[in-house]
């Protein structure tokens, strides 16, 4: 069953999404290769750009795309401008800015010590004080992206070693990031002292291997070793010895655990968690915080399917695919002007009214962000002759934005954002609507709930509760307080 | 939940494939945007190249391109160029002959009596034939198309009228058609007279519309009238006269079989059935002829989601997502030559582990064709862990080839072409291997069991009972015999 | 000296253009490649489209495609789709009708007696009136070409030999045409009763070539045999056999002499003459007829040239380089506001001021068109400071439209059209102006002088005598005389 | 006439090769068109890449592309992209390196002062040991050019203003540059102490224009002002205050001569004189000093031409083309195998047989580099009949390689670099051979003759004097001679 998210350009589908993923090997053979696959099985965090960076013992070499890792990596043309024993790749949400390749990672730069290049899921959130503050000393800054101050901040570190250079530079940073560098030396891989973004750790015959998510160590046919740590640092060198790391020291770990509601895929385990059983649990507990009266059960397609099977099996009300999802999205498509109403969501998910017709309707979806699309869904349903139709949703409210590494539209775009539950069911007019608690959410993932004095995950987005200092957000907030304009109070 | 079949370039996917859609409109603005929605919602049936014609009163246009319709007709420029209140297209599954657009539909001609063009789903069984005589009088080809027979056809009839023509044309012509045809006058639409590949009629505001599928009526806006019947030709005006004629006389309609076991979408109603429902019942009819002792019910993603759904709510096991698809699938990748076996496999589906280890799995597939797929998937699920692997079809064996519009591989590579049940089951090394009977598939769709002396549907490829003389096949076979190669039995 | 003539998108470059040039070649290795090659030569004869035809003893083979040889036939991998040892390729100056690559030539069917492909010099003045007759009896037309005629007049005749049911073909036909022709059994070339265009005949080692121009000889390495006569039909086998046949009977010849004057380039020999020489012996007749005090001969350049040359030898006035071209020529440039007049010219041509500054300016240009650019460059001589600037024309006043494949303005944007001679010379702002006389023409050809009752070439541009009827034409003003709108008056 | 040089891909055209043409403009409307216009004029400076970088008053703007200016900047879209009254831009003879466009100029960088952009002409001669010391100060470098080197130069120079900054940076630099530069604060232009490289001055409307050569002027209309001096520095402000500075105090003058012998076009103003008058000298000189008998007079064309005039006005031989050169230049054809010797040259020079047949000739070239062309027109006029071919090159012999911008070949692979004049003579095998000598030259360009001790012009590539110290090729030479390899002993 397809449980990922496909690209959908032009006509949104009202999601937050993941802004990278990233994959990394050293020690094989046909390393641009196993990366190429990798960034393949990560496609669904990024899909607008593809980069991958490969070093051969003696140069780098790279290749950036616009487009899908398929598109741009599976010849043979393409990889063999990719040489070599180790490689890293990206895969990039958007290409914010305009400036077309010139932020598509891995970004690189000739250092004094040699090649160095990074790849970097997460955003760090000082990154224009950071830059304010190298431009003034002579750094010259090729990209708008956050990540490229982490390079100048290692070139101009007066550490003697790269290891020492680079704990220098990301001490100065502060937001969230997982790591995959490359030097002439070898491959290291970090995660913020939080472990707010996600990083795993595998093996491939001889070769070390990371990636965002175990998928892609399944795809590559690598084995899964570990998760690589909040705040750890790992080295890996050519001749195969590993070392590990704590720059940081001890910190309270606070990853992400919107990667269990959306964006892993459910064939992947994260935070040594199954992600499957952690969205069919959270429909389970759905079905307790809010049972209903239905005939069936229908998923939101693809992304409500595991949360419907768990709500499903605990109500014993059967499942059924009442909405079906064309494989074909893309580009929206000009609209004939007699066309009925919502074809441009039909376009994509269509009732299946042989099924629907005259039934009460359990709609199930993972999250809901600007409400837009629920709306259309459940008018869909109407149209199709639901005699009911209630709405569940297999996450807590989502009222504030990420600023982490995640797409969200402002806070005022958010139905969360602007309106009470009342409001918000009256809006997607569904006959009922609830939403599965922040407790329920982490018992779904096996914890006895939230704990509120040190939140055992990052839940921004549910409960503006952020876990680091927001100071670019901060510095923006206080110049646009002295042109007097109203500030949106986020944080 | 996607249960449209994507693109595999490729990999293959070891199905069978029809060869087209084609949708048309007559008597509403917008006519080409109508057309490339209606036949994105038909992508399903062919995704090699797409074209489009339009008539705006005084002159036709004609847009053809490989790929996708949304990466070829979605914009606004892409449309201006196809103005007019008439429209009709056409998807493709292959691009046979390396004719590049020569052969993409609809094709078009001037006549004396003026334009003629024409969208094609099926397959003239003597097309080579009439290509010969046609030639010899001095007809001259532009595609290897055996659509464009059918023109000549017309282009050099004596008969007056150009319905008068066409209908002389299609006497000549035997074996699989849904046809639509625009000339300055309005728009045709007919079924051979055994209607072996479908074609519905709706109406859109005062347009009237016809396509391949229902489901391409839901998406543009339109009403589903009903569909047309097998040997009826209706002509449209632009006034918007309906004309209804039964040229061919009465024959026994045989409609193709497989579009309710795979062809048509779930949400499509194919012969007055929903198939979504279809394919529940033949879940169901599996679950009952074929029982197992097992922990999960799994489909194999996308197309054995509807009959999984039927055979655990008659088996009691509960339904799991086993397998996760990517949305991603494309062009092969290189492998690296490390990886482990079956990568490729893997890179499409992906075996949920957390949920698959140590359980008794029953798999549902729609269909067997070569059975490389299907061994794939069994080694996934064992190399997950699984503890039993029982594989159960939705169709029973695939053993003859289709003549009338259908990609099928020859006899000889077709598993059930070459292997009874028990070699099957030992080719794909599951634990057991059940097929639903011919008589359950009739069950299934509404019938008492199959009428053997006078099949209600055409169901050749199981049972090669082929409706129609095979001309082309028998000359081929005749010629083959001369040069004494052993020939294929198939007919 | 580079005395070809580029192609000048966009901003016109106010020439008679020749629109096409044909190649082909019989028994030799690389057939492909040797066709390249000549057209490249014959590029100044058409520069918007090209195509190439080759036969592998088995099967035919077609590339085609817009824009220049070099950019699409240079390359092995290109040449490695047309295999074989016979090939024929085709230049094209303009690819009318926005039908894309349909009207790119050659030409290719499948005939009843096997594959046809043709390439086409000329125009076929009854093309309108054969192809109502030929739709008529059932023919579908692929292109709206002149050249399709033909193709079909073959296919349809019923006489039994290729060679006669060509010949059968070309009687019905009426015009000017140098046809190149392949079947599976060889080649064959043929002028039409006079000669209008022009087609030459070479050896290549052991295969034998035919070219529009001597120099696509030279540049492939091939030796200049003859001239294919006027009225010739010449067969090639395989054998290297070649047959000529004089189907049409005696006819006075009548080639083209705007070959002489631009159409061909200066090194190449057209009727058995040199073209430079009969340029530079313009010029001298120009000098003789029409001398000026002047300090300066400077030619319009580049293909004023040789008939500078010519005139500064006879009168004795020094040659020099008044005008620089640009080798950049192109597409039309935006022009800044701000920019003086003229900038769009001086982008091509700039005057070259310290040689031209306070002079006496004998400007020779080989005809006026239009007469935009000359006016422009007589402007570009005044502001560069020229104190005199006397035009001379080294061909007579062009007053009438070419109905044999060249590409002419209607009647009423031909300066000499619709002025006089002092009024074109007002219009130019020369201090003089002048024309070669039609009889110092002639003589410049080595001929004594214009026969008026039998005229030794096809003058009809200067004359408006033509050597045809002209079907076509007098049907569109028969047609546009009952429409009552007044009718240019041109035959 | 065409006089300025063809892009000649593939076969290479033996000439040496300016590597780059500039141009600036500020306080106009449609900065970027003129700038494109002005580009074009000097396409023959650089034919690989082109960028131009505008200013709208409160942002840069930058395209960069392959290929020609008309190729891509001569659309409205391309020039909307480019907004603003300040713009410059630049034309590259080579891409070298394979960095794809990031060494396409003008470079760009945000600097702590704003935006500045630098478009230069030119080499730097100790680039390698500047960049590596800024390297190890932690400067990140974004392209292997050389003019990335004055960015970070500037970008880390600790003197407060602009000027003072790139004054600063300009000190440390040696070697040969025409630079412009934007800045937020207007536009600057230099040239290097010994004004190697040229850069002209002009006023069109109200706005202040720079360029390589004057043509550019002429061709967006401008009005010549005068020279950027030698070792001048030339600021204008948007209010169009111009301020001139000295800031390297007294050098004497060295420009390049071969901006007279080939560079420049013919009807450009170099260092005060006539670029069209110099060649006719110079060819005028080679009459009197090398004087033959002959019966024409033909150029190498095109850049052969002007002398050519001049030779045979000065010696009273004829002119004649004795050579045609094709407009359609490019790529290199696949030979056939059977076609005869040079047709490659063929394809571009062929010779005028009824012209040449049984003649002698004097052919003239403006220079000899590698000598392979000479050699192939040689034998061209031979095999076209020519009785004698006497060779006169309107140069000294090219022994020397060129650091100061110019594509030159290692002196192993300049013919005079290895051979003396009767080797030479002997290699292209023409019956005599003779070369203007370096007084003669200087007395073409007005000079009493070559001042031995303190030269007037930049001769380097005849004397093997360079001007500068050249310290990356010093520190080259001692590193290879550590490997024990032989040095070339150019400098």
């Known amino acids: 069953m397809t449980l990922t998210h496909p690209l959908d350009h032009g006509d949104g589908d009202d999601k937050l999404h993941e802004e990278c993923g990233v994959f990394g090997i050293i020690g094989g053979p046909d390393a641009s290769a196993a990366t190429a696959l990798g960034l393949h099985a990560l496609q669904h965090r990024g899909q607008e750009a593809v980069g991958i960076t490969s070093w051969d013992g003696s140069e780098f070499f790279t290749r950036r795309a616009l487009g899908h890792v398929a598109e741009n990596f599976s010849t043979a043309e393409s990889l063999a401008e990719l040489p070599g024993h180790m490689a890293a790749g990206h895969v990039r949400y958007s290409t914010t800015g305009g400036a077309g390749l010139r932020n598509v990672q891995p970004l690189y730069a000739d250092l004094a010590s040699g090649g160095f290049a990074v790849a970097h899921n997460g955003n760090i959130s000082n990154a224009m ?4 503050e190298l431009v003034q000393k002579g750094s010259i800054f090729q990209s708008t992206s956050d990540t490229e101050v982490i390079i100048h901040l290692v070139a101009t570190s007066r550490y003697p070693t790269m290891l020492d250079k680079l704990v220098d530079a990301l001490r100065m940073v502060e937001g969230a990031y997982a790591l995959i560098v490359m ?20 093996k491939l015959g001889d070769a070390t291997v990371f990636a965002s998510e175990t998928v892609a160590l399944d795809v590559v046919g690598a084995e899964f070793t570990r998760q690589v740590e909040p705040g ?19 910190v309270q770990a606070r990853p992400c655990i919107f990667e269990h509601v959306y964006f892993s895929r459910p064939d992947s385990v994260f935070n040594k968690r199954s992600v499957y059983d952690s969205r069919k649990n959270i429909g389970m507990e759905l079905a307790r915080e809010a049972p209903c009266e239905a005939d069936l059960v229908v998923p939101v397609p693809d992304s409500g399917v595991p949360a419907a099977i768990g709500f499903a099996q605990e109500s014993g009300i059967p499942f059924e695919l009442g909405i079906i999802r064309s494989h074909y999205v893309g580009r929206t498509f000009i609209q004939p002007s007699d066309a009925s109403r919502h074809a441009g969501v039909k376009r994509k998910h269509n009732a299946n009214r042989a099924i629907v017709e005259g039934k009460r309707i359990v709609l199930i979806d993972d999250s809901i962000v600007r409400g837009t699309t629920s709306m259309k869904i459940v008018q869909i349903m109407r149209d199709a002759g639901a005699a009911e139709v209630h709405f569940r949703v297999a996450s807590p409210p ?65 409960t503006g509760e952020y876990p680091t200092p927001l100071t670019d957000l901060a510095d923006r907030k206080a110049k646009d307080a002295q042109l007097t304009f109203p500030v949106n109070e986020d944080a």
Do not use: N
């Not at 004080?129 to 304010?132: A, D, K, S, V, W």
């Not at 030097?183 to 595998?202: E, F, H, K, S």
């Not at 080295?235 to 020291?249: A, K, L």
């Not at 402002?410 to 609507?433: H, N, P, V, Y």
């Open 398 to 462: 989502t009222g504030h934005g990420c600023y982490y590494g995640v797409d969200t539209p402002e806070r005022s775009k958010l139905l969360a954002g602007r309106m009470d539950l009342e409001a918000m069911r009256e809006f997607i007019k569904a006959d009922s609507l609830a939403f599965v608690s922040i407790d329920g959410l982490y018992r779904a993932v096996g914890l006895p709930g939230r704990d509120k004095a040190c939140p055992q995950y990052c839940d921004a987005c549910f």
């Open 232 to 250: 750890e640092f790992i080295e890996v060198d050519f001749d195969g010895t590993i070392r590990s790391h704590r720059p940081f020291g001890d």
């Open 183 to 202: 030097t002439p030396r070898g491959m290291a891989a970090c995660r913020d002292p939080m472990g707010i973004r996600p990083l795993v750790m595998g």
């Open 129 to 132: 004080q950071l830059r304010q």
